[in-house]
């Protein structure tokens, strides 16, 4: 054997040597990629505007209770102007003010009482109660709620700030309170369902 036939030979190893390197590599970046995307993408329950603030259920949210081994039970549910839900052989649950898990449990009990035995309930939002949006923007007004909607979404939507809105903070009043939040206007301002946005004027 020459030593063209030798240098051919080693040139052939190395660049299987090289294939099966790429291979691994890529494989392994394939692996990570496939466990990143099937990796479960936890969604809040509830809604979150500021700091502390849990989102509560009200008049005009749409739920889907599913009641396991139930299916005549389950279903797609709207809270009344009356801040209840009407459900199947229980009847009326007042559910204005109360927290998703609250609800859940609140039904579970009902149903504990005389009509199932062991029930387990689940509780999704589907569609919220709107916000409002009011002040220096432009079209002012109410507007339905999205899942992560930001303030500077809502004033988008609101066709933008007037020429004398105060772009650094905003008054945000929760659904159910009586007193405004002064709060921060940044992009990560949170808006919840049924919050009253009010974007005052600035002073020079």
């Given amino acids: 054997m ?29 692996a990570v990629h496939a466990q990143v995307a099937d990796a ?27 009641i396991f081994g139930e299916p005549d039970l389950s279903g797609e549910f709207m809270i009344s102007g009356d801040g209840v839900v009407s459900l199947p052989l229980i009847r009326e649950v007042h559910a204005a003010g109360l927290t998703a898990t609250q609800l859940q449990m609140k039904i579970e009990s009902a149903f504990k009482e005389g009509y199932l035995k ?8 589907l569609s919220f109660r709107p916000f409002y949006i009011l002040g220096e923007v432009n079209k002012p007004g109410e507007y339905p709620y999205s899942n ?27 659904a159910g309170a009586t007193a405004e939040e002064d709060v921060p206007l940044t992009s ?14 600035r002073y020079f």
């Fill in 148 to 174: 992560g909607i930001t303030v500077v979404n809502a004033v988008a939507l609101a066709s933008g700030f007037s020429y004398r809105a105060n772009q650094k903070k905003v008054f945000i009043r929760h």
């Fill in 2 to 30: 020459n030593r063209l036939q030798v240098f051919s030979i080693r040139l052939r190893l190395a660049l299987m040597g090289l294939a099966l390197t790429a291979m691994t590599l890529f494989g392994t970046g394939g």
């Fill in 118 to 125: 062991d029930p387990r309930v689940s509780i999704e939002v």
């Fill in 40 to 66: 479960p993408v936890a969604v809040p329950v509830t809604a979150t505007a500021s700091a502390g603030y849990e989102y509560r259920l009200g008049s005009g949210d749409k739920i889907r209770l599913i």
């Fill in 188 to 201: 990560m301002t949170l808006v919840a369902p049924g919050d009253t946005i009010r974007i005052a004027e």
